[in-house]
């Protein structure tokens, strides 16, 4: 067998969504779209539904209609896209709840779906998703008398708890929602550890539930092991990989291992990355090719048969650093090619 | 319906592989390693089969198993990796012919499947799949009594005709292999293009079917076409996005389009990207978020449904440069949540 295993822990993330829903007082919905992060919504889905998660969010209506049939009836489904042409069908269908971004997709949706449920969702600053403040008040009222199950908004900088975006957004997101009786979302995970504040009736936490920062405290979730393909002694001045990208100055050991940037391992971190062995670093040299890598083990006295990317010794913001990224773009890019084993107790 | 449509031009797939073929005079087999680019091998594998091609290269087992399922009996298989540990089963099930890569592998292969078709892959000096010479000296008289039916290497420097490393792995595959009667293979596309001597028994294009570079005179085979969620107009001093990322110094119209560095469009690319409409360039602002990106589309007249990142106006390749990678990276990061949809006359 020559693909790597990932090997995803389905406890931890569940551990991580309890950690989170113990920080507040209020609901702790989970978002699970992009494949819950790249991890597998089949799985992780389910598990986080019996861990007493009742509410998801995916980003579009084709991950609800997925979603639902790994779910059930029962859990609310909420789509951060709102009510798009084309959607009616996914949406009555999947029983799912459009998060409602325009004026435009309010009258699409009570125009196809009369009375069916819908979330509002509002911009305070980050100009992406949402209605804007005016356009908010010209709706206000012909939108609550529609009854909708939740108001939410998005936090541009809560990885940064220093910035002063945070607050400005919490003071519109309140100044809009003023009076509104309807159940109020502001925190994913960023928001959720910025303060309380910031948690009102419930929480969003997505990154954190996958071992990814800012939840600092996260049990990790992922673990990645490479096989190795092949190992070679390298003379000095010998070239490595595509473009001669390494030369050896000492005689070096070279381990070719199977995975490269069509698995998701973004071919940036090239010789910045580094594997690992029994807790070991070992250099990553030469260009990340698509199907392989290849990795200086000099320092090792036996012949592996697997590298690790990631796991307990490399988290995902470690990888990520490799690659000048963020620890969601490491996970949302874990590719189909791996061995996926789902732990649960 | 809000995720984005991948078009993928089958026909585009094999004239790009006749054209490959007809610039030599021997066989010419077809990569679809990584799911063919990215690009689906249960489609793109019967097509190029149905265009004549009878040799495909897959980089590990597991991939030749779903390709066989795809193309039936008939097409040779072969797996770059070899025969790992675990394989066997595989390879004789998936009638697969793995490239032996080292003493061990043959050891491996001829004790588990004896009689079962191999190739051998020689190192010519990428120090990364195959072969050492000396190895090889040691080992050639008893691996061709075992009468493999390719022997192949791979060249590290082919997308750059002026690299010195062409000429030196030429001379080595040409010694390493002189007086051997069995079929030979040097080339992939970059290969292909430098010149007749490179090309042996067999070529092995793969970027090149799927209009990458080097093969500059590809016709083009994707399109990706995203959905306009929702479009706001954002005044001078707003910021748009994660971190703030853009501040607007004019007022600016801005798209939010339903695709994001969880589909592939890599994080990278950030403000350096542009996505078009009706051929018009229209700058990405802010970060390339999970599931959305934000684009400046003040110079359009109209509201536009879509806008374009890859097709006749941005090529694989420019889009790659967005990103500071490879045409190669752009393809297998394409993800799993577009509608795809194949075209063929």
């Known amino acids: 067998m020559s693909t790597a295993t990932l090997i995803i822990d389905l406890d931890a993330i569940c551990a991580n969504w309890r950690a989170l829903d113990g920080q507040t007082a209020c609901e702790t919905a989970a978002v699970i779209k992009a494949d819950a992060y790249g991890l597998g919504v089949a799985k992780v889905g389910p598990a986080l539904a019996a861990a007493g998660a009742r509410q998801f969010f995916v980003a579009v209506a084709e991950?609800?209609?997925?979603?639902?049939?790994?779910?059930?009836?029962?859990?609310?489904?909420?789509?951060?896209?709102?009510?798009?042409?084309?959607?009616?069908?996914?949406?009555?269908?999947?029983?799912?709840?459009?998060?409602?971004?325009?004026?435009?997709?309010?009258?699409?949706?009570?125009?196809?779906?009369?009375?069916?449920?819908?979330?509002?969702?509002?911009?305070?600053?980050?100009?992406?998703?949402?209605?804007?403040?005016?356009?908010?008040?010209?709706?206000?009222?012909?939108?609550?008398?529609?009854?909708?199950?939740?108001?939410?908004?998005?936090?541009?900088?809560?990885?940064?708890?220093?910035?002063?975006?945070?607050?400005?957004?919490?003071?519109?997101?309140?100044?809009?929602?003023?009076?509104?009786?309807?159940?109020?979302?502001?925190?994913?995970?960023?928001?959720?550890?910025?303060?309380?504040?910031y948690h009102f009736d419930m929480t969003r936490p997505g990154v954190g539930l996958y071992g990814g920062l800012p939840f600092l405290d996260a049990t990790p979730v992922v673990s990645l092991d490479v096989p190795v393909i092949q190992i070679r002694d390298v003379a000095p001045g010998e070239s490595v990989g595509y473009a001669n990208a390494f030369v050896a100055r000492n005689p070096t050991r070279v381990a070719t291992v199977s995975a490269g940037y069509a698995d998701g391992l973004i071919r940036a971190m090239g010789a910045k990355a580094t594997m690992t062995h029994e807790g070991r670093k070992l250099p990553v040299i030469g260009r990340v090719?698509?199907?392989?890598?290849?990795?200086?083990?000099?320092?090792?006295?036996?012949?592996?048969?697997?590298?690790?990317?990631?796991?307990l010794h490399q988290s995902v913001d470690t990888v990520a650093g490799f690659a000048g990224t963020i620890g969601y773009e490491i996970l949302t890019s874990l590719g189909a090619r791996y061995d996926r084993v789902y732990l649960t107790a």
């Open 63 to 197: 991950e609800g209609v997925i979603l639902r049939r790994a779910l059930g009836p029962g859990p609310t489904i909420n789509v951060f896209s709102g009510h798009m042409a084309g959607d009616a069908d996914m949406i009555r269908e999947g029983n799912l709840t459009p998060m409602i971004n325009s004026v435009d997709q309010l009258l699409a949706h009570v125009e196809s779906l009369p009375g069916h449920a819908f979330g509002l969702q509002l911009d305070t600053g980050m100009n992406r998703l949402g209605m804007e403040p005016s356009e908010w008040a010209a709706l206000r009222d012909i939108a609550l008398a529609q009854r909708p199950t939740l108001i939410m908004s998005h936090l541009a900088c809560a990885d940064d708890p220093s910035h002063p975006m945070n607050a400005a957004q919490l003071k519109n997101f309140a100044d809009m929602t003023e009076g509104v009786e309807v159940p109020r979302s502001l925190a994913a995970t960023g928001g959720i550890l910025l303060a309380p504040d």
């Open 289 to 311: 090719s698509m199907d392989l890598i290849t990795v200086d083990i000099t320092a090792l006295k036996g012949t592996p048969e697997h590298l690790q990317l990631l796991g």
